[in-house]
């Protein structure tokens, strides 16, 4: 949100921005459907009177891997969850504070309730506009820590942001992703058809017919590739679908869910939950050379690993040995990096397994996990041959050591109103042991703008009289 002085913004003005953002979002998609129908149109007229069945069949190949890498969120039915799932709530009270959030927003549709079974806080939500009688799209999903550590109005807060999502702020891709897909598969169907009748007009006699379904088992073989190229297409029409206000959503999420049930319940569950993710990433670190990028790039990864080759046209055979040497030397190289990476995401996923083992819902600050952290890196590091990063010790502001009046794992009004002017008078000093808090550049790129952003965007509006504690 570089346009904006965020977190010192009216959400008046957020609101402007993603109104503006989302009318562009409805042209371009409108632009992007009839690209779309342009594309389908000369498949009906090149392909399909001569063999019609070969584009469907790859139609629906296309759609099936594509709906297949749908990244939807699992759960069971909170009617089905398991009790020690569930914390201090029964699965009636949170079907209550559901429809209590529901009615806030004036939507009638009641989404369905799933528990996801992740050590994370996390909530999140899918709303699908047409579609929404099949159950897992019309949902919203809490993992067990925001059910145990959260008070009936820091629960509701939560759901009144992840609600927002479902009936105010949203993308249009996100929501209308069923849309999307096929998009794809249209596209993904068109380029497969070339090599077909490109080879079907190439072979003659009465071999055609073998030829062509040979041909057409290699296209299949090809599918990847295709969905390189398709991928490639994407990327040229990427702003036809990014919005790049996400961050804005979010932030006026916060706001809504503020509005309804207050900022403090608000704040105190964006710190629980940033609480527990701060233990997740102090994790992730320890095996990561870079302290807020723990996944190593695709494109730094493919340059370690493929550096440029050297001609040794026209060199002598001295030099030409050189040269052997040491391309000897870096297919070396190559060999030891992939090694090390593989090990280095391995002992992580080891470490995170063993640490979700390890934690439970309960609410547990950094400084009290030590322990746990350590037991779960070296159980990485015991079954891998990875190597363990060291990172500098960063200056936190702990919000805990405001909870110094009532001791009670949350911030009461006047324990807030220290904690506040802390926040603002140490600008510089991050929230949470998290990549957005301490890496500018990350916070850029994230979806969610960092926590401490988000609190004090909440405080300006109050501050102006928009909110109340």
């Known amino acids: 949100m570089k346009e904006t002085t965020f977190p010192r913004v009216a959400a008046l003005t957020l609101e402007q921005m993603v109104q503006r953002s989302h009318k562009k979002e409805l042209r371009n998609a409108f632009l992007l459907l009839l690209l779309t129908a342009g594309i389908v149109h000369h498949w009906y007229q090149r392909f399909f009177p001569q063999y019609p069945w070969y584009g469907l069949i790859g139609f629906a190949i296309a759609l099936l891997w594509l709906w297949l890498q749908s990244d939807l969120p699992q759960g069971v039915p909170v009617d089905n969850a398991p009790k020690d799932q569930l914390g201090e709530y029964t699965p009636e009270q949170i079907k209550q504070l559901v429809a209590e959030v529901c009615r806030s927003y004036k939507e009638h549709e009641i989404p369905n309730i799933y528990i996801i079974d992740t050590m994370e806080g996390q909530a999140a939500v899918v709303n ?198 040491h391309v000897d030397h870096t297919k070396k190289a190559e060999d030891e990096e992939v090694s090390l990476e593989f090990n280095r995401m391995a002992a992580m996923r080891i470490a995170l397994t063993e640490l979700e083992n390890l934690l439970t819902p309960k609410f547990i600050s950094l400084e009290e996990a030590q322990d746990i952290i350590e037991a779960a890196v070296q159980k990485g590091l015991e079954e891998t041959t990875a190597q363990r990063y060291q990172h500098k010790k960063r200056k936190l502001l702990r919000w805990q050591a405001f909870d110094n009046i009532f001791v009670n794992q949350k911030l009461e009004a006047e324990e807030y109103t220290n904690f506040i002017d802390a926040l603002k008078s140490n600008p510089s000093k991050p929230l949470f042991y998290l990549a957005e808090e301490i890496d500018e550049e990350v916070a850029d790129e994230d979806v969610h703008p960092p926590l401490s952003k988000r609190i004090l965007f909440l405080e300006y509006n109050r501050e102006h009289g928009a909110l109340s504690l």
């Open 128 to 325: 699908v506009d047409g579609l929404n009688f099949i159950k897992p799209w019309n949902a919203v999903y809490l993992s067990p820590y925001i059910l145990y550590n959260l008070d009936p109005d820091e629960l509701k807060s939560v759901l009144a942001h992840e609600m927002c999502h479902f009936s105010k702020h949203y993308t249009i891709w996100d929501r209308f992703f069923y849309i999307k897909i096929p998009i794809f598969a249209f596209w993904i169907m068109a380029l497969l058809n070339y090599p077909i009748d490109w080879f079907y007009n190439w072979v003659q006699g009465e071999t055609r017919g073998f030829w062509y379904y040979v041909w057409w088992v290699i296209a299949l073989s090809f599918f990847s590739f295709v969905w390189k190229v398709v991928m490639f297409l994407v990327s040229i029409v990427a702003t036809l679908i990014v919005r790049g206000d996400e961050q804005a959503i979010e932030s006026l999420c916060d706001y809504e869910a503020s509005k309804r049930y207050g900022v403090l319940p608000t704040v105190n569950a964006l710190l629980k939950i940033g609480s527990r993710q701060e233990i997740i990433n102090a994790v992730v670190a320890q095996f990561s050379p870079h302290e807020t990028k723990p996944e190593t790039s695709q494109t730094e990864l493919e340059a370690s690993l493929h550096p440029a080759k050297e001609s040794t046209e026209g060199a002598s055979e001295s030099d030409q040995e050189v040269k052997i040497k």
